[in-house]
C-alpha cells in the first residue's frame, strides 16, 4: 500500500508539472469576449526586438480599488436643445455635411497613401510615423467614423488594428502621454461608442495598457514618460525621471480608470491613483500653492524647484482632467473636485486677465506666471492655442460643482480665444501670441496710444533713430491689440473649436455656433490640399482671398472642390500664394481625431456625444459616463 500511495504521488506530481509549465508558457486570453485577438507570438522571427512583460522589481502589494457605490447625482451639463426653424435646421444640416466632407477627404487620402502608418504626409502623398509606427491617424479617427455614421469605414479599420502589434517599434524610446491618450483613448473610446460590439477594441486597448504599465515600475511606481522600452525588455533597473513635464505624469486618469472599469482589473486605477495622491500632497506647497509647476522631479518626486506654471503646453491636460475624472467615477471620489477647486482660485487670480482689443470686447485670456526670487507672480501676457481648451474646462466645472459665477468666466475664456481668430490676418490664431493686459484698475477703452506706446517698448532700439510705429508693425506683423507673435505656425489644432463646442452645449448661444462656422471655413480655406490638410508654417502671412470672402461668401467649399486636380508637390508647399504657400508637409491625426470632430458637433444633433452621458479625453475620445 505504501508504494500505491507513493506512486499516486509522483503521478499527481507529473500532472501538476506539466499543467503548471503550460499556463507559464502560453499567452492567456484574460478577457475572453468571444473572440480570438491579434497576438504576438512569443518567438518571433522577424529579426526585431519585441517587448514582453518581465517580473516585476517593485511590485505593488495592495491594489487602490475603484469607488464603489451608485454613481452620485451630478447636475446636468447641457441645456436643453435650442429650439430651431426649418430654414435654420436646413443650414445646420449644410454646415455639418461640409465639415464630414472635409473629414472624408483627409480620411481617403490618409487610405490611399499611408494606411496603418501614422500620419499622411498632405503635400507629397507618402507617409510618417511618429507615434510608434502603430497607426496612430487609423486609431485616432475611430471614434469619429463612428459618431459621423461612417460604419463601413470603422468596420474595415477595426479589423486592420489586428495587425497592429505593440510589442515593437522602430523608435527607441516610447511617449507614454501620447500613446496613452492617442491609442488607448481611442481603442477605448470606440470600444464604448459602438457599444462593444467590437471586443477587439477592448483587447487592443489591454495589449496598450500592458505595454505602458512597464514603466511604472519603479521604486516610487511613478511612471517613465519617454520610455526606452529596448532597456527595460534586457532587464535594465528603472527609474522615474528627476526631470518630466507636470501634463506628463498627471494627464493619464481617465485612460487607466476607463480600463479598470471595464476590464474588472485594478491595477490601472491603482497606478494613476499614486500620482494623483502626489499631486494632492504636492498642491499647496509650489512656488504658486494652487497649481503644479511645468517641471517636477518624479524621482524624489518634487515639485519646488521650477518657477513656471502656466494652462497651455506642457501643463494643460493635468487640469483639464480634473473635472473629467470626477465625471468618469460617478462622483464617488471627492479628490478631483479638490484638486480643481484648490488650482482654479490660483489661476483666476494669477493668469487670467483682460487685454487691450479694438473692439473693447470684455474677454479674458489666460497666461503664463514666473514667480520671481523674492516669490512674486509675474505674469506673462502671452496666449497659446493650447490655453483655448480653458474656456470649455472652466464651464464644465462651473455646471457640475455647481460654481455658477465661473460660468461667465468660461465664456469670457471661450471668447477670447475667438477674438484671437476673428482678429487674425486669416481669422486663425497663431501659435502662441503676446496681448496687452489691461490696468489692474482704470479704463481699458480701446486707443493705438498704449498699444503703440507697447510696440515702441519691446521692438525701438537704444539708438538715436527710433523706427516709426508703421514700420515696427510691418515688420513685425503684428494687428492690433497684438505686441508680437511668438510662434506663428497653426498646425490643425482643436483647442479653439473644443471650448467653442462645449460652451455652445452649455449654453445653447448660437453665437457659438457661427463662430464655430467662421472658424472651419477659415481652416478650410488654407489648409486643405490635394491629399488632405496641411498645418501652416505662417499663419500671418496675408492672402487675397479675404476681399472674395467677403464679397462672395459660402463660395469657397464650392472653389476648393473645382481645384481637386492640383499636383501632389514634393518640395514642401502646395504651390499656392500667400498663406497657401506656407503649407507644411504635416498632418496631426488629432485633426481627424478632435479638431474636425469638434466642428462637426456644433452642427449635430443635440443628444449625439451628450455632455451628460459622455467624458471626452484631451485627444477628443468619447468616454462612457456611468449611470
Keep these: 500500500m505504501p508504494a500505491v500511495r507513493r506512486v499516486r504521488i509522483l503521478a499527481l506530481t507529473f500532472v501538476f508539472a506539466i499543467v503548471t509549465f503550460y499556463y507559464l508558457t502560453q499567452r492567456r486570453n484574460v478577457w475572453n469576449y468571444g473572440y480570438t485577438p ?105 471614434d469619429t467614423l463612428w459618431i459621423m455614421g461612417m460604419k463601413e469605414d470603422f468596420a474595415m479599420a477595426v479589423k486592420a488594428i489586428e495587425e ?148 497651455g503646453g506642457m501643463s494643460d491636460s493635468l487640469y483639464e482632467y480634473l473635472p473629467k475624472h470626477y465625471l468618469l467615477l ?65 464651464g464644465l466645472a462651473a455646471k457640475i460643482f455647481n460654481r455658477p459665477q465661473d460660468l461667465e468666466t468660461a465664456e469670457k475664456l471661450a471668447q477670447g480665444c475667438i477674438w484671437a481668430y476673428d482678429s487674425a490676418p486669416n481669422h486663425i490664431a497663431p501659435e502662441i501670441f503676446t496681448v496687452l493686459p489691461c490696468p489692474s484698475s482704470g479704463s481699458c477703452s480701446w486707443s493705438d496710444e498704449p498699444w503703440h506706446a507697447a510696440l515702441k517698448s519691446a521692438y525701438g ?28 505656425r497653426y498646425i490643425l489644432r482643436p483647442e479653439a473649436i473644443e471650448s467653442v463646442f462645449m460652451m455652445w452645449r452649455i449654453t445653447g448661444k448660437s453665437e457659438y455656433q457661427e463662430a464655430a462656422w467662421r472658424m472651419f471655413q477659415a481652416v478650410e480655406r488654407v489648409s486643405r490640399t490635394a491629399v488632405a490638410a ?7 502671412v496675408s492672402s487675397g482671398a479675404h476681399k472674395e470672402r467677403k464679397e462672395n461668401p459660402g463660395t469657397e467649399h464650392r472653389k476648393r472642390s473645382e481645384n481637386q486636380s492640383e499636383e501632389k508637390r514634393e518640395d514642401g508647399n502646395s504651390g499656392g500664394s500667400g498663406v497657401r504657400a506656407q503649407q507644411m508637409d504635416g498632418m496631426e491625426s488629432f485633426w481627424l481625431a478632435e479638431t474636425l470632430k469638434y466642428f462637426y458637433l456644433c452642427f449635430e444633433e443635440w443628444d449625439v456625444v451628450s455632455l451628460d452621458e459622455w467624458v471626452l479625453n484631451t485627444e477628443a475620445h468619447p468616454l462612457k459616463r456611468p449611470k
Design 164 to 311: 497592429i502589434d505593440f510589442t515593437t517599434t522602430e523608435t527607441d524610446t516610447v511617449n507614454v502621454f501620447e500613446t496613452t491618450i492617442r491609442y488607448m483613448g481611442g481603442f477605448l473610446a470606440a470600444y464604448d461608442i459602438s457599444g462593444g460590439t467590437f471586443p477587439v477594441l477592448l483587447v487592443k486597448a489591454v495589449e496598450v495598457g500592458e505595454l505602458l504599465m512597464s514603466c511604472f515600475d519603479t521604486p516610487n511606481r511613478m511612471p517613465i514618460s519617454r520610455w526606452e522600452w529596448k532597456k527595460y525588455t534586457s532587464g535594465r533597473t528603472q527609474t522615474a525621471p528627476e526631470r518630466m513635464l507636470v501634463s506628463e505624469i498627471g494627464s493619464m486618469s481617465l485612460e487607466f480608470t476607463r480600463l479598470s472599469q471595464l476590464t474588472g482589473e485594478p491595477k490601472y486605477y491603482d497606478a494613476i491613483t499614486r500620482i494623483s495622491n502626489v499631486l494632492a500632497d504636492a498642491q499647496n506647497s509650489t512656488k504658486l500653492p494652487g497649481m503644479w509647476p511645468v517641471s517636477i522631479d518624479a524621482k524624489t518626486p518634487s515639485f519646488a524647484e521650477d518657477n513656471f506654471f502656466t494652462l
Design 461 to 488: 532700439p537704444p539708438s538715436r533713430t527710433t523706427p516709426s510705429i508703421e514700420k515696427i508693425i510691418e515688420e513685425r506683423r503684428v494687428w492690433k491689440g497684438i505686441v508680437g507673435v511668438d510662434d506663428r
Design 330 to 394: 460617478g462622483g464617488l471620489l471627492s479628490q478631483p473636485r479638490q484638486l480643481y477647486e484648490g488650482f482654479i482660485e490660483a489661476a483666476k487670480k494669477h493668469l487670467f486677465f483682460k487685454n487691450y482689443n479694438e473692439k473693447d470686447l470684455d474677454i479674458l485670456i489666460s497666461g503664463d506666471i514666473r514667480v520671481l526670487d523674492g516669490g512674486e507672480p509675474h505674469l506673462v501676457p502671452r496666449g497659446q492655442h493650447l490655453t483655448c481648451f480653458t474656456g470649455g474646462m472652466v
Design 534 to 540: 496641411a498645418a501652416i508654417a505662417d499663419i500671418t
Design 38 to 142: 491579434y497576438l504576438p507570438k512569443t518567438i518571433f522571427t522577424d529579426g526585431k526586438t519585441h517587448w514582453s512583460k518581465l517580473p516585476e522589481r517593485y511590485p505593488v502589494t495592495s491594489f487602490i480599488p475603484l469607488p464603489t457605490g451608485s454613481p452620485k447625482k451630478i447636475p446636468k451639463v447641457q441645456v436643453a436643445a435650442p429650439k430651431e426653424e426649418p430654414k435654420v435646421r436646413n443650414e445646420r444640416m449644410r454646415r455639418r455635411d461640409a465639415v464630414k466632407e472635409s473629414f472624408m477627404h483627409s480620411w481617403d487620402g490618409y487610405k490611399k497613401h499611408a494606411w496603418l502608418r501614422d500620419e499622411v504626409t498632405p503635400l507629397s502623398g507618402k507617409y510618417r510615423d511618429t507615434f510608434g509606427g502603430w497607426a496612430a491617424t487609423l486609431v485616432d479617427s475611430l
